[in-house]
């Protein structure tokens, strides 16, 4: 029996049919769903702690604007990739409640330190950038409340990536301690950038699967060379260097060899030891119990609008 529905189950992801959340599903696949989109909205809201930080140093106020219009952005995916998460039949204090305890993982880019202006435009340029790369693949994945909030993360990403760029090529034609300061950004955010699609495909423990449930269509490594070959050119464009002696076009392969990324600084990261690790969960703690009214206000408004109508259901009848 179980058999037959996970065949037609696959048959439907095979001829791209999205999954709904009243339809059967193998457990695995939810379990893998939850982990992935809870993970993915984590990120986005821990993500916005590093920028959130220079909101009130921005160095003018169309700066100031365009900040908090991406650090909102990034609140507002995170309410929709927990909601996506909810539909799979999970609770949202259960998905904070594995963040706060350090049981969930969430993207270790965010535990680096955001320590100049310039980082504010290599965070837009290649962290949303890598994002992006990641987050096209997903506008199509299998499971239909996914891909659909996908579809509109994107579209907000670009922005993001744009304006983190605009942030960088004003500072790269500016004076030399300017252009500097965006050459510091890049050596510190460009490895760790390039983690953020996680480890090669060999020792990626979740991808098999996950392909053939269309929960992921490209490789880890397909993705990161990918972000290299479309991250190169705008970085010759800036006139900054990209810290890797081993980059260079492969004329052959028709894409940029690289070097090696420090697996052991990957993994340290992952497992709680980065710049920040510890900062951004206090942080989060701090935010959640600090909005701990607005929870409740919510929960007293909802109860009263149900009080009132059963009162006038009551009234008609
Ligand atoms: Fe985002
Ligand atoms: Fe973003």
Redesign the pocket.
């Known amino acids: 029996m179980i058999e037959k529905l996970e065949q037609q189950f696959q048959a439907k992801i095979d001829a791209e049919v999205k999954i709904e959340p009243k339809d059967w599903m193998p457990e695995k696949y939810r379990k893998t769903l939850i982990r992935q989109i809870s993970q993915h909205a984590h990120s986005e809201v821990v993500?916005m702690l590093p920028e959130g930080n220079w909101i009130t140093r921005a160095p003018s106020l169309r700066r100031k604007i365009a900040l908090v219009a991406?650090v909102q952005?990034?609140a507002g995916?995170g309410l929709y990739l927990y909601s996506a998460a909810e539909t799979l039949g999970a609770e949202r204090d259960d998905l904070l409640d594995q963040l706060h305890t350090g049981k969930a993982k969430y993207s270790s880019i965010f535990n680096y330190p955001a320590t100049t202006w310039a980082d504010m435009g290599a965070i837009g340029w290649l962290v949303?950038g890598a994002?992006i790369m990641n987050q096209v693949m997903l506008t199509r994945a299998s499971y239909g409340p996914y891909a659909r909030a996908m579809v509109r993360i994107c579209k907000?990403?670009s922005f993001?990536q744009r304006q983190g760029y605009e942030i960088l090529l004003t500072l790269c034609r500016g004076t030399e301690i300017q252009k500097q300061m965006a050459q510091d950004s890049l050596n510190r955010w460009w490895w760790p950038s390039l983690m953020m699609f996680g480890p090669n495909d060999a020792e990626s423990t979740h991808s098999a699967q996950s392909m053939a449930w269309k929960i992921k269509r490209k490789s880890n490594d397909e993705l990161r060379q990918a972000f290299v070959d479309a991250t190169v050119p705008q970085a010759k464009i800036l006139g900054i260097t990209i810290p890797d002696p081993d980059l260079k076009w492969n004329e052959e392969r028709g894409h940029y060899d690289f070097g090696e990324i420090d697996w052991a600084e990957f993994w340290n990261v992952v497992k709680g030891n980065g710049p920040c690790n510890r900062q951004r969960i206090e942080d989060r703690k701090k935010a959640y119990e600090k909005g701990a009214w607005v929870r409740d206000a919510a929960v007293a408004y909802a109860e009263k609008r149900e009080q009132r109508k059963a009162a006038s259901k009551a009234k008609v009848a």
Do not use: L, Y
Request: glycine share 10%.
């Open positions: 993500g991406k952005d990034e995916h949303d994002a907000e990403e993001h």
